[in-house]
């Protein structure tokens, strides 16, 4: 009877440590299985085991798949490839459908026409109209000038082009002709440091704004030497200073400028300088012109972009 008693005794501890840990493998079990069921848009269907003091027992629910006690490596490997097969996230579609929308955006409008006259400068770092610059030493700089002259209201009125003695004749000759073209009568030409026995500024005509000038039209150029030619427009009659002591000797040349002025009533003259030359010295000529003009017979001052040969006959920039 003691042996009996005590043998019960001992399998009573025996199957209640049995259900404790039938209990905590149901546990364990349902946790795992519970995140099968929480995927079961996945594809994959398991019937959550229910815990009682029992131990462990499965619904009677129809299931899809038999709930099967599996090691926990082969049920994440489970839950990847359950993974593999399921549809892109909403988050995911949504992302491509925005990157497919911006792609088919249009592209961005153009730059805005100025409002108002732009200042307009010519440095020796090229050309500035308002706060864009413009490098005519790029493949693209000319076809930038025009398009940004084209958003200038030149026909509003007269633009003014402030220079300094170190820009490039190129610069300065076709930010001239281009505004010329966009429909600028005339222009407004300036040099910061001129010298202060000549004009630091006066009005010039764009070479596409002509009309026929007279032939006897007087030219002046500084040569790539720094002497001086004076000649008339159809060609001839040429006269030439040599180079003075600091550059050009304007003292001569404004002599030359001066006698085919008198022999010659045309309202237009005609200056330039070899494009090696600083743009001063065209500048220069310029304003030497209409200092020699003491009648003021000369209208039209012109500057000429393409330096012409000296003596021979002049062929404007249309």
């Known amino acids: 009877m003691r042996r009996t008693v005590a043998h019960e005794r001992g399998s009573g501890r025996v199957f209640g440590g049995i259900l404790r840990v039938s209990s905590d493998l149901c546990r364990t079990f349902s946790y795992l299985t519970g995140t099968v069921v ?52 909403s988050s995911v579609e949504a992302s491509a459908t925005a990157t497919a929308t911006s792609a088919a955006l249009p592209e961005p409008a153009g730059k805005r026409a100025f409002s108002v006259m732009p200042d307009m400068v010519v440095d020796e770092r090229g050309i500035g109209v308002g706060p864009e610059r413009i490098d005519l030493g790029t493949s693209d700089g000319a076809m930038k000038l025009a398009e940004t002259l084209d958003r200038v209201p030149v026909t509003s009125k007269q633009p003014t082009v402030r220079t300094t003695t170190k820009a490039q004749l190129r610069d300065v000759g076709a930010l001239v002709n281009g505004l010329g073209k966009r429909g600028a009568a005339t222009i407004l030409l300036k040099m910061d440091g001129a010298r202060t026995d000549l004009l630091g500024e006066y009005v010039i005509v764009p070479e596409g704004r002509l009309d026929k000038p007279d032939d006897c039209s007087v030219v002046v150029s500084v040569l790539e030497d720094s002497s001086t030619a004076v000649w008339a427009y159809r060609g001839g009659g040429g006269k030439k200073a040599r180079k003075g002591l600091s550059g050009p000797d304007l003292s001569v040349t ?16 005609f200056f330039t300088a070899s494009p090696k030359m600083r743009w ?19 209208e039209q001052l012109v500057l000429l972009a393409n330096e012409p040969v000296a003596g021979q006959p002049v062929k404007l920039d249309k």
Not at 53 to 77: K, N, Q, Y
Not at 254 to 269: F, I, P, Y
């Open 38 to 89: 929480a995927g079961a848009s996945l594809g994959t269907a398991f019937t959550a085991p229910v815990c009682s003091h029992e131990g462990l027992a499965v619904s009677p629910t129809p299931m899809r798949a038999p709930s099967i006690v599996l090691p926990g490596l082969s049920l994440a490997w489970l839950v990847a490839l359950a993974a593999c097969d399921s549809k892109p996230s």
């Open 254 to 269: 404004g002599d030359n400028v001066g006698e085919q002025l008198r022999s010659c009533a045309s309202k237009t003259a």
């Open 280 to 298: 001063e010295h065209a500048f220069h000529v310029g304003a030497l012109i209409r200092k020699t003009d003491a009648k003021s017979v000369v």
